[in-house]
């Protein structure tokens, strides 16, 4: 079954300039403060805590969040004293978490489909469908991932949520799948700071651990493990058709000695 396209970008405009910049900014302007009231925000805690021992973090090393929403992966790292710089594509999204965020967290408006950072951060994180997995355009997510794996220093790892494909057919009952692309759409219903109900299209791109597999050793990436889990409960439990979140940990090689050294 087809799904309804989102809106394009116009090709003559660039990302970070167009308008639409991305299908889903207008929900994030809507939702804006109330983003953070949805039970897939509330296990940021248990997240970071799996993420710094997955990732071999610590005390003054420096993260980029990518696709970092109102920025509370970022705030919990910045309290943990991990420096954490975080990009989205939605404005409303920014201002959010700049207000209130600590001083080791910084964060800027741009566009997860072209990272312009060359191993500027000791680890890089994408984490529930902020920017992997948003876009039904061919070679968006390839483009991400590649910019993550720019992004981090040689040596440094990687940790992205995809949701599970597998999940999708077998118990995401209210989405339609269309198989050929990956793309489960939904109509759903979301709501403002103030209550106000609206209704949008949610496309979310889905895949299989052998896809991200695919996916990480184009980029040059060495996986490490592909763990099921769910917002609020990560892990390295193997991956299994019946959590809705596949995490892939993956890690830059570091660059070859010198001859002799």
Known sequence: MSTPD????DPAVPAAAASPRHWFEPAADRMGPSYLRYAHTKGTVQEVDHLVEALGLATGMRVLDVGCGPGRHAHELARRGIACHGIDISARFVELARGGAPDA???????????????????????CQGAFGMSQDPGDDEAILAGMARAVR??????????????????????????????????????????RPATIDLWTGCYTPRELRLLAAAAGLDVERISSVEPGAYGDEPATVDRPELLLVARRPAEAQASGA
């Not at 989102?6 to 970008?9: F, G, T």
């Open 6 to 9: 989102p809106p394009a970008l």
């Open 105 to 127: 967290a910084t964060f800027e408006r741009a566009d997860a489909r072209a990272l312009e950072y060359d191993a500027g951060f000791d680890a890089v994180i994408a984490l």
């Open 154 to 195: 040689p040596g440094g790892r990687l940790a992205m949520t995809a949701f599970n494909a597998y999940f999708a057919v077998r118990y995401h009952t209210a989405a339609s799948f269309d198989a050929g692309p990956g793309v489960a759409h939904e109509v759903t219903e979301i709501h403002d700071e103030h209550g």
